[in-house]
Protein backbone atom coordinates (compact mmCIF):
# COMPACT_ATOMS: atom_id res chain seq x y z
CA UNK A 1 0.00 0.00 0.00
CA UNK A 2 0.54 3.42 -0.58
CA UNK A 3 3.03 4.74 2.39
CA UNK A 4 3.10 9.03 2.97
CA UNK A 5 6.39 10.16 2.10
CA UNK A 6 8.18 13.51 1.35
CA UNK A 7 10.61 13.15 -1.15
CA UNK A 8 12.95 16.56 -2.15
CA UNK A 9 13.62 16.93 -5.67
CA UNK A 10 15.65 20.15 -5.84
CA UNK A 11 16.90 22.97 -3.35
CA UNK A 12 17.47 26.69 -4.27
CA UNK A 13 18.64 28.30 -0.82
CA UNK A 14 16.08 27.37 1.30
CA UNK A 15 13.25 26.85 -0.79
CA UNK A 16 12.53 23.00 -1.87
CA UNK A 17 10.82 21.45 -5.03
CA UNK A 18 9.25 18.19 -4.08
CA UNK A 19 6.53 15.56 -4.14
CA UNK A 20 4.42 14.22 -1.21
CA UNK A 21 2.97 10.58 -2.05
CA UNK A 22 -0.35 9.74 0.11
CA UNK A 23 -3.41 7.83 0.07
CA UNK A 24 -4.98 9.54 -2.39
CA UNK A 25 -2.22 10.46 -4.91
CA UNK A 26 0.86 12.89 -5.19
CA UNK A 27 1.10 16.43 -4.07
CA UNK A 28 3.39 18.50 -6.03
CA UNK A 29 5.52 21.01 -3.61
CA UNK A 30 5.27 23.98 -2.99
CA UNK A 31 2.14 23.05 -3.53
CA UNK A 32 -0.88 25.55 -3.02
CA UNK A 33 -4.86 24.18 -1.67
CA UNK A 34 -7.92 25.84 -2.55
CA UNK A 35 -9.95 25.85 0.30
CA UNK A 36 -12.86 23.27 0.28
CA UNK A 37 -14.55 24.20 3.59
CA UNK A 38 -17.67 22.80 3.28
CA UNK A 39 -16.76 19.87 1.72
CA UNK A 40 -16.95 22.33 -1.68
CA UNK A 41 -14.71 24.70 -3.34
CA UNK A 42 -16.68 27.49 -3.74
CA UNK A 43 -18.38 28.25 -7.39
CA UNK A 44 -16.13 25.51 -8.72
CA UNK A 45 -17.26 21.71 -9.56
CA UNK A 46 -14.26 19.29 -8.62
CA UNK A 47 -13.67 18.47 -12.03
CA UNK A 48 -12.74 22.48 -12.67
CA UNK A 49 -10.37 22.74 -9.60
CA UNK A 50 -8.38 19.45 -10.86
CA UNK A 51 -8.23 21.87 -14.27
CA UNK A 52 -6.55 24.41 -12.74
CA UNK A 53 -4.07 22.28 -11.59
CA UNK A 54 -3.87 21.76 -7.72
CA UNK A 55 -2.96 18.34 -6.69
CA UNK A 56 -5.10 18.97 -3.07
CA UNK A 57 -7.73 20.80 -1.19
CA UNK A 58 -8.57 21.42 2.01
CA UNK A 59 -11.67 20.83 4.24
CA UNK A 60 -12.65 21.83 7.45
CA UNK A 61 -13.45 19.98 10.80
CA UNK A 62 -15.49 22.86 12.62
CA UNK A 63 -18.07 24.02 9.18
CA UNK A 64 -18.48 20.13 8.52
CA UNK A 65 -19.22 18.39 12.20
CA UNK A 66 -21.67 21.69 12.35
CA UNK A 67 -23.44 20.71 8.64
CA UNK A 68 -23.66 18.12 7.57
CA UNK A 69 -21.86 16.36 10.83
CA UNK A 70 -18.97 14.01 10.24
CA UNK A 71 -21.08 10.68 10.91
CA UNK A 72 -22.87 11.62 8.05
CA UNK A 73 -19.85 11.91 5.71
CA UNK A 74 -18.45 8.66 7.13
CA UNK A 75 -21.36 6.85 6.01
CA UNK A 76 -20.82 7.87 2.30
CA UNK A 77 -17.46 7.14 2.52
CA UNK A 78 -15.76 9.84 3.82
CA UNK A 79 -14.99 13.20 1.97
CA UNK A 80 -13.82 12.01 -1.05
CA UNK A 81 -17.16 10.28 -2.09
CA UNK A 82 -19.35 12.55 -0.18
CA UNK A 83 -18.00 15.22 -2.68
CA UNK A 84 -16.40 13.27 -5.77
CA UNK A 85 -12.89 15.12 -4.98
CA UNK A 86 -10.43 12.14 -6.09
CA UNK A 87 -7.01 13.62 -5.26
CA UNK A 88 -5.50 14.08 -1.44
CA UNK A 89 -7.77 16.13 1.52
CA UNK A 90 -5.76 18.14 4.31
CA UNK A 91 -8.55 18.65 6.84
CA UNK A 92 -8.02 21.90 9.14
CA UNK A 93 -8.40 20.62 12.76
CA UNK A 94 -10.83 23.65 13.53
CA UNK A 95 -8.95 25.11 16.00
CA UNK A 96 -9.00 28.88 14.16
CA UNK A 97 -12.83 28.56 13.37
CA UNK A 98 -13.58 28.05 17.04
CA UNK A 99 -11.25 31.35 17.93
CA UNK A 100 -12.83 33.40 14.88
CA UNK A 101 -16.62 32.41 14.76
CA UNK A 102 -17.84 31.25 17.95
CA UNK A 103 -18.84 33.66 20.39
CA UNK A 104 -19.51 31.84 22.98
CA UNK A 105 -16.78 29.45 24.32
CA UNK A 106 -15.16 28.01 26.90
CA UNK A 107 -11.59 26.71 26.71
CA UNK A 108 -9.59 24.29 29.54
CA UNK A 109 -7.56 21.87 29.74
CA UNK A 110 -9.75 19.21 27.81
CA UNK A 111 -10.64 21.26 25.04
CA UNK A 112 -13.54 23.75 23.86
CA UNK A 113 -16.85 23.69 24.69
CA UNK A 114 -18.80 26.32 22.11
CA UNK A 115 -22.26 27.16 20.56
CA UNK A 116 -22.79 27.10 16.45
CA UNK A 117 -22.23 30.12 14.89
CA UNK A 118 -25.37 28.65 13.17
CA UNK A 119 -28.03 28.10 15.21
CA UNK A 120 -26.56 28.19 18.32
CA UNK A 121 -26.09 24.53 19.44
CA UNK A 122 -23.58 23.45 21.90
CA UNK A 123 -20.76 21.23 20.88
CA UNK A 124 -17.63 20.32 22.60
CA UNK A 125 -14.54 19.65 20.99
CA UNK A 126 -11.50 18.08 21.86
CA UNK A 127 -8.07 17.02 20.56
CA UNK A 128 -9.20 13.40 20.74
CA UNK A 129 -12.97 14.75 18.79
CA UNK A 130 -11.24 16.66 16.38
CA UNK A 131 -8.66 13.55 15.45
CA UNK A 132 -12.01 11.21 15.44
CA UNK A 133 -14.09 13.89 13.08
CA UNK A 134 -10.92 13.98 10.65
CA UNK A 135 -10.89 10.04 10.58
CA UNK A 136 -14.27 10.08 9.76
CA UNK A 137 -13.67 12.85 7.31
CA UNK A 138 -10.93 10.56 5.73
CA UNK A 139 -8.60 13.48 5.50
CA UNK A 140 -5.20 12.21 3.78
CA UNK A 141 -3.62 15.03 6.36
CA UNK A 142 -4.96 15.03 9.38
CA UNK A 143 -4.42 18.86 11.36
CA UNK A 144 -3.43 18.31 15.13
CA UNK A 145 -5.94 20.10 17.43
CA UNK A 146 -4.33 23.59 18.81
CA UNK A 147 -5.70 26.95 20.28
CA UNK A 148 -4.53 29.60 17.90
CA UNK A 149 -3.04 32.37 19.90
CA UNK A 150 -4.39 36.41 19.51
CA UNK A 151 -2.29 38.97 18.08
CA UNK A 152 -1.62 41.16 19.46
CA UNK A 153 -0.62 38.84 22.52
CA UNK A 154 1.50 39.90 25.44
CA UNK A 155 4.66 36.93 25.25
CA UNK A 156 3.35 35.48 28.95
CA UNK A 157 -0.31 34.89 27.20
CA UNK A 158 1.85 33.77 24.04
CA UNK A 159 3.47 31.25 26.39
CA UNK A 160 0.60 29.94 27.99
CA UNK A 161 -1.51 29.51 25.00
CA UNK A 162 1.10 27.27 23.06
CA UNK A 163 2.24 24.98 25.85
CA UNK A 164 -1.58 23.74 26.21
CA UNK A 165 -1.25 23.82 22.27
CA UNK A 166 1.78 21.51 22.60
CA UNK A 167 -0.11 19.20 25.23
CA UNK A 168 -3.10 18.81 22.91
CA UNK A 169 -0.65 18.03 20.07
CA UNK A 170 0.59 14.95 22.61
CA UNK A 171 -3.13 13.85 22.63
CA UNK A 172 -3.96 14.14 18.75
CA UNK A 173 -0.44 12.31 18.72
CA UNK A 174 -2.16 9.28 20.37
CA UNK A 175 -5.52 9.70 18.94
CA UNK A 176 -4.31 9.30 15.83
CA UNK A 177 -5.04 6.17 13.82
CA UNK A 178 -2.01 5.02 11.62
CA UNK A 179 -2.53 4.26 8.58
CA UNK A 180 -0.44 3.36 5.00
CA UNK A 181 -0.86 6.81 3.13
CA UNK A 182 -2.01 9.32 5.88
CA UNK A 183 -0.02 11.64 8.02
CA UNK A 184 -0.62 14.09 11.29
CA UNK A 185 0.67 17.18 11.09
CA UNK A 186 2.20 19.33 14.15
CA UNK A 187 1.21 23.13 14.47
CA UNK A 188 3.93 25.00 15.86
CA UNK A 189 2.63 28.08 17.83
CA UNK A 190 4.30 31.05 20.43
CA UNK A 191 2.65 34.43 18.69
CA UNK A 192 5.48 36.89 17.12
CA UNK A 193 8.29 35.67 19.81
CA UNK A 194 10.76 33.44 18.29
CA UNK A 195 11.87 31.70 21.77
CA UNK A 196 8.78 30.46 21.64
CA UNK A 197 8.38 29.09 18.40
CA UNK A 198 11.68 27.49 18.67
CA UNK A 199 10.03 26.02 22.07
CA UNK A 200 6.83 24.82 19.97
CA UNK A 201 8.99 23.28 17.16
CA UNK A 202 11.39 21.10 19.66
CA UNK A 203 8.43 20.16 21.01
CA UNK A 204 6.70 18.77 18.65
CA UNK A 205 9.44 16.66 16.73
CA UNK A 206 9.96 15.14 20.62
CA UNK A 207 6.45 13.77 20.33
CA UNK A 208 6.71 13.01 16.54
CA UNK A 209 4.93 14.53 13.26
CA UNK A 210 4.83 13.57 9.16
CA UNK A 211 4.87 17.28 8.58
CA UNK A 212 4.68 20.21 10.48
CA UNK A 213 2.77 23.44 10.11
CA UNK A 214 3.38 27.00 10.89
CA UNK A 215 0.24 28.58 12.58
CA UNK A 216 -0.65 31.64 14.14
CA UNK A 217 0.58 34.18 11.38
CA UNK A 218 -2.16 35.77 9.04
CA UNK A 219 -3.94 37.39 11.92
CA UNK A 220 -3.13 41.11 10.80
CA UNK A 221 1.03 41.09 11.64
CA UNK A 222 1.95 42.24 8.33
CA UNK A 223 4.45 40.63 6.19
CA UNK A 224 7.52 42.05 7.43
CA UNK A 225 6.67 39.92 10.95
CA UNK A 226 5.54 37.01 8.69
CA UNK A 227 8.37 36.59 7.36
CA UNK A 228 10.72 37.56 10.59
CA UNK A 229 8.13 35.01 12.17
CA UNK A 230 9.17 32.31 9.14
CA UNK A 231 12.82 32.74 9.77
CA UNK A 232 13.16 32.31 13.36
CA UNK A 233 10.80 29.09 13.01
CA UNK A 234 11.53 27.52 9.89
CA UNK A 235 15.04 26.47 11.23
CA UNK A 236 13.93 24.75 14.24
CA UNK A 237 11.41 22.35 12.10
CA UNK A 238 12.90 18.79 10.74
CA UNK A 239 14.60 19.12 6.65
CA UNK A 240 12.73 16.01 5.36
CA UNK A 241 9.58 16.49 6.54
CA UNK A 242 6.83 18.85 5.20
CA UNK A 243 6.73 22.44 6.09
CA UNK A 244 2.89 23.90 5.57
CA UNK A 245 1.92 28.01 6.36
CA UNK A 246 -1.28 28.01 7.17
CA UNK A 247 -3.78 30.36 5.83
CA UNK A 248 -1.54 32.63 4.48
CA UNK A 249 -1.99 33.53 0.58
CA UNK A 250 -1.38 36.72 -1.20
CA UNK A 251 1.11 36.04 -4.05
CA UNK A 252 3.57 37.99 -2.91
CA UNK A 253 3.30 36.38 0.82
CA UNK A 254 3.49 32.65 -0.75
CA UNK A 255 6.76 33.65 -2.77
CA UNK A 256 8.66 35.24 -0.08
CA UNK A 257 7.63 32.06 2.28
CA UNK A 258 8.79 29.76 -0.57
CA UNK A 259 12.25 31.35 -0.48
CA UNK A 260 11.94 30.67 3.19
CA UNK A 261 11.35 26.94 2.92
CA UNK A 262 7.32 26.33 3.02
CA UNK A 263 6.30 23.54 1.11
CA UNK A 264 2.52 24.20 1.32
CA UNK A 265 0.49 26.81 1.39
CA UNK A 266 -3.98 27.61 1.38
CA UNK A 267 -5.71 30.48 1.49
CA UNK A 268 -9.61 31.74 1.22
CA UNK A 269 -8.10 34.96 -1.30
CA UNK A 270 -8.52 33.33 -4.61
CA UNK A 271 -11.81 31.72 -4.11
CA UNK A 272 -13.23 34.87 -2.23
CA UNK A 273 -11.56 37.47 -4.47
CA UNK A 274 -13.38 36.06 -7.24
CA UNK A 275 -16.86 36.20 -5.98
CA UNK A 276 -16.46 39.47 -5.52
CA UNK A 277 -14.73 40.36 -8.61
CA UNK A 278 -11.40 40.71 -7.72
CA UNK A 279 -9.34 38.79 -10.55
CA UNK A 280 -5.10 38.22 -9.83
CA UNK A 281 -2.71 39.35 -13.06
CA UNK A 282 1.36 38.91 -13.14
CA UNK A 283 0.54 42.88 -14.29
CA UNK A 284 -2.59 43.89 -11.98
CA UNK A 285 -5.50 43.16 -9.52
CA UNK A 286 -8.34 43.63 -11.81
CA UNK A 287 -11.68 44.87 -9.69
CA UNK A 288 -13.88 43.86 -12.78
CA UNK A 289 -17.06 45.63 -11.69
CA UNK A 290 -14.91 48.87 -12.24
CA UNK A 291 -16.61 51.06 -15.51
CA UNK A 292 -13.76 51.04 -17.30
CA UNK A 293 -13.87 47.65 -18.08
CA UNK A 294 -17.67 47.51 -19.62
CA UNK A 295 -16.41 48.51 -22.80
CA UNK A 296 -12.82 46.78 -22.38
CA UNK A 297 -12.71 43.70 -25.12
CA UNK A 298 -9.61 42.49 -23.97
CA UNK A 299 -9.63 39.39 -22.19
CA UNK A 300 -8.32 38.88 -18.27
CA UNK A 301 -5.15 38.39 -19.13
CA UNK A 302 -4.18 37.05 -22.67
CA UNK A 303 -1.69 34.65 -21.50
CA UNK A 304 -3.84 32.61 -18.87
CA UNK A 305 -5.06 29.66 -20.15
CA UNK A 306 -7.98 29.79 -17.90
CA UNK A 307 -11.89 29.61 -19.83
CA UNK A 308 -12.67 32.91 -18.53
CA UNK A 309 -9.27 34.16 -20.47
CA UNK A 310 -9.48 31.91 -23.49
CA UNK A 311 -13.29 32.58 -24.31
CA UNK A 312 -14.53 35.73 -22.86
CA UNK A 313 -14.10 39.63 -22.62
CA UNK A 314 -13.17 42.04 -19.18
CA UNK A 315 -16.51 43.98 -21.05
CA UNK A 316 -19.05 40.01 -20.16
CA UNK A 317 -17.40 39.14 -17.20
CA UNK A 318 -18.43 43.00 -16.27
CA UNK A 319 -21.65 42.14 -17.43
CA UNK A 320 -21.67 39.39 -15.40
CA UNK A 321 -21.28 41.33 -12.06
CA UNK A 322 -22.94 44.37 -12.41
CA UNK A 323 -26.44 41.69 -13.50
CA UNK A 324 -25.07 39.52 -10.52
CA UNK A 325 -25.12 36.37 -12.64
CA UNK A 326 -23.76 33.04 -10.82
CA UNK A 327 -21.26 32.92 -14.18
CA UNK A 328 -19.60 35.56 -13.12
CA UNK A 329 -18.35 34.08 -10.18
CA UNK A 330 -17.77 30.90 -11.46
CA UNK A 331 -15.44 32.27 -14.33
CA UNK A 332 -13.84 35.09 -11.93
CA UNK A 333 -12.89 32.07 -9.76
CA UNK A 334 -11.58 29.43 -12.16
CA UNK A 335 -9.09 32.34 -13.06
CA UNK A 336 -7.79 33.24 -10.16
CA UNK A 337 -7.45 29.71 -8.82
CA UNK A 338 -5.57 29.22 -12.10
CA UNK A 339 -3.61 31.89 -11.37
CA UNK A 340 -2.34 30.74 -8.08
CA UNK A 341 -1.72 26.62 -9.57
CA UNK A 342 0.29 28.66 -12.48
CA UNK A 343 2.28 30.38 -9.90
CA UNK A 344 3.07 27.00 -7.75
CA UNK A 345 4.34 25.61 -11.30
CA UNK A 346 6.46 28.38 -11.76
CA UNK A 347 7.77 28.45 -8.90
CA UNK A 348 8.77 24.91 -9.21
CA UNK A 349 10.51 25.38 -12.39
CA UNK A 350 12.22 28.11 -10.66
CA UNK A 351 13.69 26.01 -7.71
CA UNK A 352 14.46 22.95 -9.92
CA UNK A 353 16.46 25.31 -12.28
CA UNK A 354 18.31 27.19 -9.59
CA UNK A 355 17.11 30.02 -10.17
CA UNK A 356 14.36 31.41 -7.63
CA UNK A 357 15.87 34.41 -6.70
CA UNK A 358 15.87 35.83 -9.84
CA UNK A 359 11.82 34.78 -10.51
CA UNK A 360 11.04 36.40 -7.03
CA UNK A 361 12.77 39.45 -8.17
CA UNK A 362 10.67 39.62 -11.55
CA UNK A 363 7.65 38.74 -9.43
CA UNK A 364 8.37 41.50 -7.11
CA UNK A 365 8.49 43.98 -10.14
CA UNK A 366 5.34 43.10 -12.10
CA UNK A 367 3.46 43.38 -8.90
CA UNK A 368 5.01 46.43 -8.29
CA UNK A 369 4.15 47.69 -11.45
CA UNK A 370 0.60 46.64 -11.36
CA UNK A 371 -2.52 48.74 -10.45
CA UNK A 372 -4.67 47.63 -8.03
CA UNK A 373 -7.83 48.51 -8.09
CA UNK A 374 -10.39 49.41 -5.10
CA UNK A 375 -12.53 46.66 -4.72
Known amino acids: MTRF ?13 GRIETAHGEIRTPAFMPVGTAATVKAMTP ?18 MLRPGAERIGRFGGLHDFMHWRGPILTDSGGFQVYSLSDLRKMDEDG ?3 RSHIDGTKFHLSP ?15 MAFDECTPYPATEEVAAASMRLSMRWADRCRAAFVQ ?28 IGFDGYAVGGLAVGEGQALTFSTLEATVPHLPADR ?56 RPVDAACRCPLCRNYSRGYLH ?6 EILGSMLATWHNLTYYQDLMAALRQ ?18 AQGDIEPV
Open 319 to 324: HLFKAK
Open 128 to 142: ERSIEIQHLLDADIT
Open 350 to 367: AIAAGALEAFAKHHGALA
Open 242 to 297: PRYLMGVGRPGDIVGAVLRGIDMFDCVMPTRSGRTGQLFTPHATLNIRNARHADDP
Open 112 to 114: VTF
Open 5 to 17: EFDIKARCGAARM
Open 179 to 206: RPGYALFGIVQGGMYGDLREESAKALQD
Open 47 to 64: EAVTETGADIILGNTYHL
